[in-house]
């Protein structure tokens, strides 16, 4: 019940914000050199690229570097920052905020409910309130999702492709924003294909470490890792545990891979910056973020990494192997 008031509430607020969003429109569109707020949690040298390929769309649409201004913000990984960047960013007025993952999404959204924002990388944005649907927004926030109803069907399809005879996987989760419905749809895809769960949801690196404990002396054949990034410490830890026990691990970021961890499917990043170009030009050159339909991932991209699973004791099949889209050496 208390879901539920919560989401009232922020359908409420971003239905408030219609009136001045279309204000903004008639008297901002056109303006030369806009400028537009990027704002991240995560670290800002290690997420360049992602700025990189927001620049590559907005440069595509003939949005040169001196036609426009972007004004990038990261939170070094401390979530408790990103209402002040908002707010900073807001006041130094900008036209335009794109946001990064959803608790940049949703820091953002309770600051302003009249700036347009294109979030990029929210994992469910009906279900987090962000929306009221994904067909007609009506708010002042659209984007792109990193929701995709195959994904996760996916990642349990690569991990019994490796291990074949796989039938318990550890499922480590943090908890956040929208962890309930994330939950629901990795239970129905692993009821599925009859694979049985072992959930773990993680706050601090004390409750990662009980998780670990109680895993040395379960039974299950893989891990899980559905959360995000989940900052550099827990990430490594993580990574380090699963190598230690032995035991494969699938993640749902890129980033893992890239760290020593065995694999990860994931949406691919680049195409999903440069496709939330195509959200900001539409919004400057007029067009109501209301109007503009949520979109979800398109490309994906498999990542394996070769030393990690020479560590492991495992053969990738050449089957698995010739799916990949980098294998890491």
Known sequence: MAHEQVRRRTIVLLAAGVGAATAWSSAFAGAA????????????????HLLAAFRDGLRALGW??????????????QGERLPGIASEL???????????????????????????IIFVGVGNPRALGLVDSLAHPTGNAT???RHSSSLIGERFRL???????????????RSEPGLEQALEDIRSNAHRMGIELVEFEVTTGET?????????????GAIYVASGPLGPAKRAQIIEFAV??????????????DNRGLMSYAADDGDLF??????????????????????????????????????????VPPSLLAQADEAIK
């Open 64 to 77: 040169t570097d001196g036609s426009i201004t972007v004004l990038d913000r990261w939170a070094e990984e």
């Open 33 to 48: 050199n806009p400028r537009v707020g990027f704002i991240g949690i995560g670290i800002r040298e290690s997420n360049q």
């Open 159 to 173: 991990l019994r492709e490796l291990l074949p005879g796989l039938r318990r996987v550890a499922v480590i989760v």
């Open 274 to 315: 440069r496709r939330a170009a195509t959200f900001v030009d539409k919004v400057l050159k007029g067009a109501q973020p209301g109007d503009l339909p949520v979109e979800e991932p398109t490309k994906f991209e498999l990542v394996i990494n070769l030393q990690t699973a020479k560590a492991l004791g495992l053969t």
């Open 208 to 220: 990662l470490k009980r998780a670990f404990m109680h895993l040395q002396n379960d039974r299950c």
């Open 143 to 145: 984007g792109l999702s």
């Open 90 to 116: 807001i006041a130094s007025q900008v036209d335009i905020l794109v946001t990064i993952g959803t608790l940049a999404t949703l820091a953002t959204t309770r600051t302003t409910n009249s700036l347009p």
């Open 244 to 257: 230690q026990s032995h035991l494969p691990a699938i993640y749902s970021f890129r980033i893992f891979t």
